[in-house]
């Protein structure tokens, strides 16, 4: 079992940054990749961004940009930069983490961003 925990959320105002992190804890050797997803209100969850232990990251493309994953496997932290934030990036964020075989297969709580004047 891996658990994972988000922090960092908050409300920004337009144009504004923020950084989320999540720290995983439990067998994280089992951890290929770890990743970032966001539900909106009223709307299905949707995949932001995932690295690899390797390094390789792949993005939503309208994210491109803007938002920037890194990770340091060493301390089991995955992080999200977002930079420009519009008030449509407003989710909830949820960090997930998992093998090879199915790279979502853990999930944590989720971190509230609120974008709003």
């Known amino acids: 079992q891996v658990q994972l925990a988000e922090s960092g959320g908050g409300l920004v105002q337009p144009g504004g940054s923020l950084k989320l992190s999540c720290a995983a804890s439990?067998?994280?050797?089992?951890?290929?990749?770890m990743a970032w997803s966001r539900q909106a209100p009223g709307k299905q969850r949707e995949f932001v961004a995932r690295?690899?232990?390797?390094?390789?990251?792949n993005y939503a493309d309208s994210l491109k940009g803007r938002f920037t994953i890194s990770a340091d496997y060493a301390q089991n932290t995955v992080w999200l930069q977002m930079n420009n934030l519009k008030p449509e990036d407003t989710a909830v964020y949820y960090c997930?983490?998992?093998?090879?075989?199915?790279?979502?297969?853990?999930w944590g709580q989720g971190a509230q961003v609120t974008v709003s004047s």
């Open positions: 997930s983490a998992g093998p090879l075989s199915e790279p979502d297969r853990y």
């Open positions: 439990g067998s994280i050797f089992s951890i290929y990749a």
């Open positions: 690295i690899t232990r390797r390094g390789m990251a």
